[in-house]
């Protein structure tokens, strides 16, 4: 198993940029697919960015074109470096991590896009 800690969220004004990131500890960190999800007050769970063990990236509709999700193995973190934030943005963020057979939950980090 591994254990997640996110860390980079806070309150930022539209348009802004922000940097979250996510440690990992407890497995071997590169075998696992890693992603960001997010989950606004009322709203259902939704993928905002994952990368797979391989590098390989897939993005939300909503964040495609601003947004960047990375991988450091040597860190053993993941980062979702966000640009041209929106007010639609504003969310808990959670970082995930998935063996394929397992998925593991941190324990969210609040962004909240407003004047």
């Known amino acids: 198993q591994v254990h997640l800690v996110e860390s980079g969220g806070g309150l930022v004004q539209p348009g802004g940029s922000l940097r979250l990131s996510c440690a990992a500890s407890?497995?071997?960190?590169?075998?696992?697919?890693m992603g960001w999800h997010r989950q606004a007050p009322g709203e259902q769970r939704e993928l905002v960015a994952s990368i797979t063990s391989g590098g390989w990236t897939i993005y939300a509709g909503s964040v495609k074109g601003r947004s960047t999700i990375s991988r450091d193995n040597g860190k053993n973190t993941i980062y979702l470096q966000m640009n041209s934030l929106k007010p639609e943005d504003t969310a808990v963020y959670y970082c995930?991590?998935?063996?394929?057979?397992?998925?593991?939950w941190g324990q969210g980090t609040q962004v909240t896009v407003s004047s």
């Open positions: 995930a991590a998935g063996s394929g057979f397992n998925t593991y």
């Open positions: 407890g497995s071997i960190f590169s075998d696992y697919d």
